[in-house]
């Protein structure tokens, strides 16, 4: 059984996504982050930075991984899942995953809180982190003219990076003229792991409901 400590965001998502396609039983635990649990002492003894998400292996002595890339490659490797085994194949998930992380979830990332959340219009931030975006999204379109999915098969790459760029409604990205970003969306999105991922744990109002009720579930 694996301890799931998480929220509804897209890092969150990630690992939901990659348990419910791995079909490994967990204990998910909500941490509202509006009401900054993520700072407490408690989650702090699980992740030193304050972030979700954090798994915890019971099978494997209470292992604590946390960041999410972290969390798909130990998952991928417990498995042999999701992974290729040979050293190219691993190599190219690799790439792919580290292009999420180092790049999509940055940019997007900042693009959501100047097109969203920041107290005061700063265009020239908004422009430069959208456009960004934007670019990097042109990145996956030409790797997806050539290849199904980002390392060949899919893969923990995929997983990250979907649940990052299927947003991009919400930080207001273009994806016009985009149309092999556009169908690899599309066909992840059809992934019955990727659809009930994406709705644990619920939307913040239902979330705060179940954790009031005392229920943490347990998929699987």
Request: charge should be positive; glycine fraction near 8%; charged fraction near 25%.
């Amino acid at each position: 059984m694996i301890d799931l400590y998480t929220s509804a965001t897209p890092n969150g998502w990630k690992v939901t996504i990659a348990l419910e396609e791995l079909e490994l039983p967990y204990k998910l635990h909500t941490v509202n982050l509006s009401a900054g649990e993520q700072h407490s002492k408690e989650f702090l003894t699980l992740n030193l930075n304050g972030r979700i998400p954090v798994i915890v292996d019971r099978e494997k002595d209470n292992f604590t991984v946390f960041e999410s890339g972290a969390i798909l490659l130990y998952l991928a490797e417990k498995t042999g899942k999701l992974m290729p085994k040979d050293v190219k194949g691993r190599s190219l998930v690799m790439q792919w995953l580290m292009f999420q992380m180092g790049g999509i979830g940055p940019m997007q990332g900042q693009a959501v809180v100047f097109e969203r959340y920041f107290p005061e219009d700063v265009p020239q931030a908004r422009t430069r982190y959208k456009n960004e975006t934007r670019r990097l999204y042109e990145v996956l379109d030409s790797r997806l003219g050539q290849v199904e999915f980002l390392a060949g098969e899919y893969s923990i790459a995929d997983i990250a990076t979907w649940a990052w760029v299927h947003t991009y409604r919400w930080p207001r990205i273009p994806v016009d003229g985009l149309e092999n970003l556009r169908r690899w969306i599309k066909v992840i999105s059809e992934r019955p792991s990727c659809q009930r991922g994406i709705s644990i744990p619920p939307p913040a109002g239902r979330a705060d409901e179940q954790k009031a009720r005392g229920s943490s579930i347990v998929t699987r």
